[in-house]
């Protein structure tokens, strides 16, 4: 039986794909092999990659003037490739630290480059976002980096950071695809793929042109962007199984109606379950009510003795994983695109027995 996964990652997926990747498990296309089987070079195969790059750049609109990469290494990959292509040892980066996946990616660009942390949101425990118009960026900076949804503290910003010219670079890992953006106010979008894209295993890089063709001596030829935009992402052998069910998922993605669509039911399944904690006097919430994540869902109850139990008790009503990060403590609920709203009511309805019985 399916269970509800509220896993931050690796995530859901649709149903629906899956049982589609089952139904061609062994006999793909009518090759009689699986995808998992075929060479990457071969039409079928480059058809499949070339056809997800198209819809995703058809569902998230990305302008013509900047490719789509599918790289590994995932985004924690990113964290050291985009400092080694859009920098050099003396460039400056700004970074935005809103909690602990920003952390992670300051500490790798400092291997690279001078970093300077232009905001940082320690003070509130990071469970809020800097106030926009603070922000003051450097102009001779390389990049601007933030992390519009940090999956652990579920802090995600309602604005994308003006910075006068300088090139913003987004860590969307945990909140691409989940609403529509406008893809030319960032220079370069990156995502790891096991929460909204599909299997871990890849990581999409959205880079604007002018962005790329600079990468340091030094830098490896499978995360140089500009080597690998013209190969099509196939300087080497691909994740191909992650890039079909990623296709595969955009398809799914489409169907629901695009973006606009999906974004709605992500606002209204995050406002029931946010509304079910502030209204119930036991859960809390500890973030911003401006932003908060549609995505990652953090919460507490008044007795962390019994977070156990209420992790225990809901696994057996078939609601899995809200353990909160092992960092944290308390549960998380992520609700990403593959969540349908009977999961989050069901969690809701759960939420209310538990504290009926031990609230
Ligand atoms: C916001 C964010 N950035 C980066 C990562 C790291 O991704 P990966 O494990 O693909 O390197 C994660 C993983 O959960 C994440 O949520």
Same mark, same amino acid.
């Given at each position: 039986?399916?269970?509800?996964?509220?896993?931050?990652?690796?995530?859901?997926?649709?149903?629906?794909?899956?049982?589609?990747?089952?139904?061609?498990?062994?006999?793909?296309?009518?090759?009689?092999?699986?995808?998992?089987?075929?060479?990457?070079?071969?039409?079928?195969?480059?058809?499949?990659?070339?056809?997800?790059?198209?819809?995703?750049?058809? *569902?998230?609109?990305?302008? !013509?003037?900047?490719? @789509?990469? /599918?790289?590994?290494? &995932? #985004?924690?990959?990113?964290? =050291?490739?985009?400092? *080694?292509?859009?920098?050099? !040892?003396?460039?400056? @980066?700004? /970074?935005?630290?809103? &909690? #602990?996946?920003?952390?992670? =990616?300051?500490?790798?660009?400092?291997?690279?480059?001078?970093?300077?942390?232009?905001?940082?949101?320690?003070?509130?425990?990071?469970?809020?976002?800097?106030?926009?118009?603070?922000?003051?960026?450097?102009?001779?900076?390389?990049?601007?980096?933030?992390?519009?949804?940090?999956?652990?503290?579920?802090?995600?910003?309602?604005?994308?950071?003006?910075?006068?010219?300088?090139?913003?670079?987004?860590?969307?890992?945990?909140?691409?695809?989940?609403?529509?953006?406008?893809?030319?106010?960032?220079?370069?979008?990156?995502?790891?793929?096991?929460?909204?894209?599909?299997?871990?295993?890849?990581?999409?890089?959205?880079?604007?042109?002018?962005?790329?063709?600079?990468?340091?001596?030094?830098?490896?030829?499978?995360?140089?962007?500009?080597?690998?935009?013209?190969?099509?992402?196939?300087?080497?052998?691909?994740?191909?199984?992650?890039?079909?069910?990623?296709?595969?998922?955009?398809?799914?993605?489409?169907?629901?109606?695009?973006?606009?669509?999906?974004?709605?039911?992500?606002?209204?399944?995050?406002?029931?379950?946010?509304?079910?904690?502030?209204?119930?006097?036991?859960?809390?919430?500890?973030?911003?009510?401006?932003?908060?994540?549609?995505?990652?869902?953090?919460?507490?109850?008044?007795?962390?003795?019994?977070?156990?139990?209420?992790?225990?008790?809901?696994?057996?009503?078939?609601?899995?994983?809200?353990?909160?990060?092992?960092?944290?403590?308390?549960?998380?609920?992520?609700?990403?695109?593959?969540?349908?709203?009977?999961?989050?009511?069901?969690?809701?309805?759960?939420?209310?027995?538990?504290?009926?019985?031990?609230?």
């Amino acid at each position: 039986v399916r269970v509800f996964n509220f896993a931050a990652g690796p995530a859901t997926l649709p149903l629906e794909v899956l049982e589609q990747a089952r139904a061609e498990m062994t006999d793909w296309q009518g090759s009689g092999m699986s995808v998992m089987e075929v060479s990457h070079r071969s039409k079928a195969f480059v058809a499949v990659a070339q056809q997800a790059e198209a819809d995703l750049r058809e *569902l998230m609109a990305i302008p !013509p003037n900047y490719k @789509v990469l /599918f790289l590994q290494g &995932g #985004a924690t990959g990113m964290f =050291a490739a985009i400092p *080694l292509n859009l920098t050099t !040892p003396d460039s400056l @980066v700004e /970074f935005i630290n809103t &909690g #602990a996946w920003s952390k992670k =990616a300051i500490s790798e660009a400092k291997k690279y480059c001078r970093v300077n942390i232009m905001a940082d949101e320690a003070a509130s425990n990071y469970s809020t976002v800097p106030d926009a118009a603070s922000l003051r960026v450097d102009p001779k900076a390389a990049y601007l980096h933030y992390t519009p949804n940090e999956t652990i503290g579920g802090v995600e910003f309602p604005y994308v950071p003006a910075a006068g010219g300088v090139p913003v670079v987004a860590d969307m890992s945990s909140t691409i695809l989940s609403r529509p953006v406008d893809v030319s106010q960032f220079g370069l979008i990156y995502a790891g793929a096991q929460k909204n894209i599909g299997p871990s295993g890849i990581c999409v890089v959205i880079v604007r042109d002018d962005l790329i063709g600079k990468a340091r001596p030094g830098t490896p030829s499978v995360w140089d962007f500009d080597a690998m935009a013209r190969e099509g992402s196939m300087l080497n052998t691909p994740p191909t199984f992650g890039i079909y069910v990623a296709g595969l998922v955009f398809k799914w993605l489409k169907k629901q109606g695009g973006l606009a669509a999906v974004g709605e039911r992500n606002r209204n399944k995050a406002e029931r379950l946010y509304a079910a904690i502030d209204n119930s006097g036991y859960y809390a919430n500890p973030v911003a009510k401006h932003c908060r994540s549609w995505m990652n869902v953090p919460f507490t109850i008044p007795n962390p003795d019994l977070e156990k139990t209420f992790c225990a008790e809901a696994a057996k009503a078939g609601l899995v994983n809200l353990e909160g990060h092992r960092s944290v403590g308390g549960m998380r609920a992520s609700i990403y695109n593959a969540m349908g709203i009977d999961g989050v009511d069901a969690l809701i309805a759960f939420m209310r027995d538990f504290q009926q019985r031990h609230g």
